[in-house]
């Protein structure tokens, strides 16, 4: 552990007493239900679940702009707290030197920040908001306390798929076949493998604590689902089984993917007396974690669907409802000369044909696949009649 973070402010039990892992501040340091906090913001929330565990996983569903916003905003919160690092797979791992100068560099290097993302997928990903993540740990790193080490995002992307057209022989390199071949296993398989391991190279060997961001299907820590009747190996569930209790999964409104649980979840906010418009709890210490989650098929210590919310994550965090939700900006500048070249290859690779991409043309694929995003989050119902047996959500303890 970093000496800066070697002690950190005790946690008070009921009784006044501190536990003496608690005192030590160090990364074995967990919650009991007697020192966590029924209902916080989310970025208190969050701050507070990191800092009593050496890892947490941060599920999301992609593409909302008000959740990378939150995240955006809790990097220095979290480094008070003594958590150092963001491990986040959208950069390829590849590039963490180009990341550590981004982000820990005395200029801000918005091309390198551009440069990084189309490395990462071409033009498959290109969003205002993903920078703007990376010069919030930037600007912090300018503003941090003498003496402290920097804030960290630590780069578990993984380049599944073959990047250069001139080795496909007019294939997609989406294709399963070839996705599995180039990394020599079921790609999905290694993409978990790979962001577990760096989360333990990078984090756990040097006793650190980290959030892992992540799509939410992802961050699944106890929940193995199915596809095609095999089971889905996710980064989650590996460094649960080398962690335990010093893993937490929390996840934003939105991130467990099953529309008729989020109906009843924002049920239940609206129908609350006094509603909070944004907010992180615990769920096992509010009403919400008893929402029944029936749209996911998997199964949780061998018990098949449905589950309740309170067994798929630790910590939720509400910032706004479905129907609030602001799609992300697509960045202008994206495709320049200095990105142009290398983004069309990529893209050739996906989508094969003899000629080049113009930037015209792949533009239009930007925009297609930006409206796409909204169509992939989870549908919303229409506005339910409350009538007069409002009840209260939250229980504060």
């Not at 906090?37 to 929330?45: C, E, G, N, Y």
């Not at 690092?85 to 551009?114: H, I, K, P, Y």
């Not at 969003?127 to 600007?139: M, N, P, R, T």
């Not at 006094?274 to 749209?295: C, I, K, M, N, Y």
Request: glycine content about 8%.
């Amino acid at each position: 552990m970093n000496d800066v973070f070697a002690v950190r402010p005790a946690r008070q039990d009921d009784d006044g007493e501190s536990t003496p892992a608690q005192a030590q501040g160090g990364a074995g340091a967990n919650p009991t239900p007697s020192n966590r906090s029924a209902l916080t913001t989310p970025i208190q929330h969050l701050v507070e679940v990191a800092s009593t565990h050496q890892v947490t996983m941060l599920g999301d569903q992609r593409g909302v702009a008000q959740h990378l916003d939150v995240l955006a905003k809790s990097i220095g919160p979290l480094h008070s707290a003594g958590v150092a690092n963001l491990v986040w797979e959208f950069t390829n791992s590849r590039r963490q030197a180009d990341l550590d100068q981004l982000c820990q560099g005395s200029e801000w290097d918005r091309r390198l920040a551009v440069a990084l993302f189309v490395d990462l997928m071409g033009i498959g990903f290109g969003y205002d908001e993903y920078v703007d993540v990376l010069h919030a740990v930037w600007q912090h790193n300018q503003d941090r306390p003498q003496g402290w080490p920097p804030f960290r995002v630590v780069a578990a992307g993984l380049a599944s798929y073959v990047e250069d057209p001139d080795l496909l022989d007019g294939r997609s390199a989406a294709e399963t076949e070839l996705r599995d071949w180039w990394l020599g296993g079921h790609y999905r398989d290694i993409a978990a493998t790979h962001l577990a391991n760096i989360v333990t190279a990078e984090v756990l060997r040097g006793g650190e604590r980290a959030v892992v961001y992540a799509d939410g299907p992802r961050t699944n820590t106890n929940l193995v689902e199915f596809v095609d009747s095999r089971p889905i190996l996710t980064p989650g569930i590996l460094l649960a089984n080398w962690l335990g209790e010093g893993l937490a999964r929390v996840v934003f409104h939105g991130a467990i993917d099953d529309s008729d649980a989020l109906d009843r979840v924002e049920e239940l906010i609206a129908a609350s007396p006094d509603p909070e418009s944004t907010f992180g709890l615990a769920l096992d210490r509010s009403t919400l974690g008893s929402v029944r989650v029936h749209g996911l098929q998997g199964a949780v210590d061998g018990e098949l669907a449905p589950f309740d919310l309170a067994e798929l994550a630790d910590g939720y965090l509400f910032v706004a409802p479905r129907s609030e939700w602001l799609v992300v900006t697509l960045t202008p500048d994206l495709l320049a000369p200095d990105t142009l070249k290398a983004a069309e290859r990529r893209y050739r690779a996906i989508d094969p044909r003899d000629t080049a991409y113009t930037q015209a043309e792949l533009e239009l694929v930007r925009i297609e696949g930006h409206a796409d995003l909204e169509t992939s989050w989870p549908t919303t119902a229409v506005e339910p009649d409350l009538g007069e047996g409002k009840r209260r959500l939250f229980r504060r303890h």
